[in-house]
């Protein structure tokens, strides 16, 4: 068959993917062989697969690659380039706002404590644009207990921006403002695996934050946190407590690596107490999980949920306000006593 032919019978768009194709097949090739991709070429690998002009097996390929010889900064800084780039973004003016959201996959089904820490943040008068979405390592993240006490999730920048005016906090659902995710995400669940999308999700709040507050709970990934946030932040901070917890549990020493440096603290270096594992739970069920956070927040939550909620709560303070994290910490505690947490969320709802 003449191929001049052949091309006037198929859309412009399937030659396109073809070659989309090809190109991430010698991606892959030099990937196989070992490859580390520069900036430019991790952007652009996920710009072509978050446009859709990649199949399904080249997109496992190049997540599994990943999953095999791991991540470096300089990928990962180009993947969340690729991921801003494609995302609906939101304008909040000139509001100077502070992200907090982890990593998760730790697998320790606490409370939420990023989000109830959120609350108390914003009660400091910091305004928090917090990015999350529905539980992956447990069945309750952020958005699962923030939608069950009645919040409605929001995709216009009107209303976010209004709230985080307002109230001090607004919450930004991924799915309504990464489109590009619907290409991936049948072959994430496929996989069943965590990837490398698992990394980029508390690095591409779609509001672009002043600051940030995040959490892993593999310690390999701080140094690469590090790598992209030091670039790209003023101030932030990246928490790992050393009993594989992805923030501050207080349930053993635990590493801060922020715009400062790298340190390796204590409970008692803050001035709480040690915790055990059991004084954190509460993630299993989204009931429990909304019921510790509301408590909490009103100033009736136990010493043990109190002091865990005000050291993370602390460190974001401290960050924001450029203050110690001792003078955070003790800023977060005394507005837990007082029940000002509770008067945001209240407001919010309303």
């Known amino acids: 068959m003449d191929l001049k032919l052949l091309r006037t019978g198929l859309k412009t768009s399937s030659f396109e993917l073809i070659n989309y194709n090809i190109k991430m097949k010698t991606v892959l090739q030099e990937l196989f062989k070992g490859k580390r991709l520069r ?10 697969i978050g446009k859709g002009n990649c199949n399904n097996s080249i997109i496992s390929s190049f997540l599994t690659v990943f999953m095999m010889r791991g991540i470096e900064g300089e990928e990962l800084e180009g993947f969340r380039s690729a991921m801003l780039e494609l995302c609906k973004p939101i304008d909040l003016g000139n509001l100077q706002t502070i992200d907090m959201c982890g990593t998760g996959g730790d ?10 820490s959120s609350f108390v ?7 928090v644009a917090k990015h999350g979405n529905y539980g992956v390592s447990s069945g309750v993240g952020s958005s699962n207990v923030i939608e069950h ?16 005016e307002n109230v001090g906090i607004t919450f930004f659902h991924a799915p309504l403002f990464h489109p590009a995710m619907r290409f991936v995400g049948p072959v994430r669940k496929e996989l069943g695996l965590k990837t490398f999308f698992n990394m980029i999700g508390p690095l591409v709040n779609p509001s672009k934050p002043n600051y940030q507050l995040t959490g892993v709970y ?27 917890y ?14 400062n440096g790298i340190e390796k603290l204590s409970p008692s270096d803050i001035g709480l107490s040690k915790l055990e594992a059991n004084d954190i739970g509460g ?14 927040l009103s100033g009736d939550g136990t010493k043990a949920q109190s002091e865990v909620v005000a050291a993370n709560a602390g460190v974001a303070i401290s960050i924001a306000k450029d203050v110690s994290l001792r003078e955070g910490v ?3 505690l005394e507005l837990i006593s007082s029940g000002a947490g509770r008067e945001v969320l209240d407001t919010l709802l309303k």
């Open 283 to 296: 993630g299993e069920t989204v009931d429990y999980a909304a019921e510790v956070l509301t408590n909490v």
């Open 107 to 116: 697998g320790k089904n606490t409370f939420n404590i990023s989000t109830t």
């Open 39 to 48: 900036f430019d070429e991790a952007k652009q690998a996920l710009l072509d």
């Open 121 to 127: 943040v914003a009660a400091a008068d910091v305004k």
């Open 246 to 259: 992805d923030e501050i549990s207080l349930t053993s020493d635990f590493h801060i690596y922020s715009h």
């Open 149 to 164: 006490l009645g919040y409605t999730f929001k995709g216009d920048e009107a209303s976010l921006k209004s709230e985080i």
């Open 330 to 332: 003790e800023e977060a």
């Open 218 to 244: 593999d310690p390999s990934i701080l140094p690469l946190y590090d790598h992209v946030l030091q670039n790209n932040l003023e101030r932030y901070a990246i928490l790992h407590s050393e009993d594989v």
